[in-house]
């Protein structure tokens, strides 16, 4: 199973914009799609974008123009860029890796937490 870091979280203001890495160990990262998922408590886990081994990538229509999602297959990592980031994208953000859009394969880490408020 793939062993991955959530970091780059924090407390930013509405406007605001922070970069999230995914750092995983191993040499199989490389080989599947990422996504990064979201949760506030009492919600289910949503996906917000995602990218494939070859680089393709899908964005939920809620971030769409905001966040852009990247990775660097010989770092073992995926990154997500956030931009004009709202209250309502306060969550704690996941990532994990896929063959199937939206069909997590690796049990949950820790996330990191954003927060968007004044």
């Known amino acids: 199973q793939v062993q991955r870091v959530e970091s780059g979280g924090g407390l930013v203001q509405p406007g605001g914009s922070l970069r999230l890495s995914c750092a995983a160990s191993?040499?199989?990262?490389?080989?599947?799609?990422v996504g990064w998922y979201r949760q506030v408590p009492g919600k289910q886990r949503e996906l917000v974008a995602r990218?494939?081994?070859?680089?393709?990538?899908y964005y939920a229509d809620f971030v769409k123009g905001r966040f852009t999602i990247s990775r660097d297959n010989a770092k073992n990592t995926v990154e997500l860029q956030m931009n004009s980031l709202k209250p309502e994208d306060t969550a704690v953000y996941y990532c994990?890796?896929?063959?199937?859009?939206?069909?997590?394969?690796?049990?949950w880490g820790q996330g990191t937490q954003v927060t968007v408020s004044s």
């Open positions: 994990n890796e896929d063959l199937v859009l939206g069909k997590p394969m690796s049990s």
């Open positions: 191993g040499n199989i990262f490389r080989l599947y799609a």
């Open positions: 990218i494939t081994s070859s680089g393709s990538t």
